[in-house]
Nanobody, 124 residues
């Protein structure tokens, strides 16, 4: 069982930056691929970024490439989402998720555990 707790959300102006953190419980964190997803009001939850268990592979949705990165620190059981050059369309609740298979997947169905989410609001 893995429990995930996101933090770091908030209100930021367009062009600004935020770093989200996702802290995981359990001693097997390093075996999981981790992903970030987001859900805007009235929209489906969509993939943002993912990183494989050892950090060797990362995957980003096109709309955040060059602006977001997804580093992980296995010693701290934490994955991050560094978000730069934020846009109003990035406004959403951001969720982290853990995939026991270990590869970086963009598919919601591949993830076994989810956090509760953290709100990110980008003002114009």
């Amino acid at each position: 069982q893995v429990q995930l707790v996101e933090s770091g959300g908030g209100l930021v102006q367009a062009g600004g930056s935020l770093r989200l953190s996702c802290a995981a419980s359990g001693r097997t964190f390093s075996r999981y691929a981790m992903g970030w997803f987001r859900q805007a009001p009235g929209q489906q939850r969509e993939f943002v970024a993912a990183i494989s268990w050892n950090g060797g592979n990362t995957y980003y949705t096109d709309s955040v490439k060059g602006r977001f990165t997804i580093p992980r620190d296995n010693a701290k059981n934490t994955v991050y989402l560094q978000m730069n050059s934020l846009k109003p369309e990035d406004t959403a609740v951001y969720y982290c998720a853990a995939d026991a298979f270990g590869l970086a997947s963009p598919l919601k169905g591949d993830y076994d555990y989810w956090g509760q989410g953290t709100q990110v609001t980008v003002s114009a």
